[in-house]
């Protein structure tokens, strides 16, 4: 039985109209999902009628909540059996989180986006089987994940990020091997800059970790 539960929880400050209602939009055609969408503060954003929170198919679990100020959060699930969880707590945060679009398949992906602080950008882009998730504590942080592997069993990505100012991206494409590309990255500090791209027909595993400030690591595996 479908169950989809919306709960918004507004503050309205009465001295001032610099603070705008919370706002969610939905688009929900499927089978047996469980959604749940707290937001707890004001200027929030779940979905746009231009860029929705939607969720096509089978037995799918998204929940999301957004306490702060200011923080937009898009996802755009068509799958089967894919299971969403994105939390922020803080102000002016973007979490994007797309597996399939409106007329492609999703398949059987988890994806995880969670922002504690200021002005963090994530976004988390996967295909077939992949497992993906993004952890982020500090302020003006970019994490983005971008799998479009064909491999089967698909690619796991994960970056976890504590600090200020950092940037980090994985990519991960190509065919590769039996069991599909996997990469962790780890951040600690500030100002640091880490880039991992995997592709090719071998499997990849790349593991990262960084801790200080002002590091700038590149890792190609397989990749063009």
């Known amino acids: ?49 231009t860029a929705n929170l939607i969720s096509h198919g089978d037995s799918q679990t998204i929940n999301v909540e957004q306490i702060g100020v200011n923080n937009n959060t898009n996802i755009n699930i068509v799958g089967s059996g894919t299971s969403t969880a994105s939390s ?23 994806l995880h986006a969670n922002a504690s602080g200021d002005n963090n950008v994530l976004s988390v882009t996967s295909t077939i089987n992949s497992t993906s998730a993004i952890d982020v504590t500090g302020s003006g942080n970019h994490a983005t994940i971008n799998n479009s592997s064909t491999n089967m069993l698909g690619a796991s990505a994960a970056i976890t990020i504590s600090g200020d100012t950092n940037t980090v991206g994985v990519t991960q494409d190509g065919v590769a091997g039996t069991n599909g590309h996997t990469a962790t990255v780890s951040v600690t500090g500030g100002m640091n800059n880490v880039s991992v791209m995997q592709g090719g027909t071998v499997d990849s595993t790349v593991s990262v970790s960084t801790n200080g400030t002002g590091n700038t690591i590149s890792v190609k595996s397989n990749h063009m």
């Open 88 to 110: 922020v707590t803080g102000n002016q945060n973007n979490v994007t989180i797309t597996c399939g679009n409106d007329s492609g398949s999703c398949d059987n992906a988890t």
């Open 1 to 49: 039985m479908k169950n989809i539960i919306a709960s918004l929880v507004m503050f309205v400050f009465a001295l001032s109209n610099a603070y705008a209602g919370n706002s969610v939009y939905i688009d929900q055609i499927g089978n047996n999902s469980n959604l749940n969408v707290t937001q707890t503060g004001s200027g929030n954003n779940v979905g746009v009628p």
